[in-house]
């Protein structure tokens, strides 16, 4: 499993615009919950879809006006 963590620009505390709303909606749609905060959001996905859902969150952000977007992955520990 990866740690998707994204950050949408331009930023305006407590109105999330379509940008961000957008991109959130998308990662939904693959129906991974997401952690939605107040300076970046994250999901946990399988590494085989991590590709997948990152194309769509950067496409519905700039689809959206986002001006930048910054993507971070990380693998998560395997659970024992």
């Known amino acids: ?3 998707l963590e994204f950050t949408i ?3 305006v505390e407590g109105r999330p615009g379509p940008h961000v709303l ?11 919950e997401i952690d939605f905060g107040p300076f970046g959001s994250s999901c946990s996905v399988p590494a085989t879809q991590a590709a997948e859902v990152a194309r ?3 496409d519905a952000a700039f689809a959206n006006g986002a001006t ?5 992955a990380e693998r998560l520990p395997e659970a024992s």
Do not use: K, W
């Open 1 to 3: 499993m990866l740690l």
């Open 9 to 11: 620009e331009p930023f």
């Open 22 to 32: 957008s991109a959130i909606e998308a990662a939904q749609a693959f129906g991974y």
């Open 56 to 58: 769509a969150v950067l």
């Open 68 to 72: 930048h977007v910054t993507l971070h």
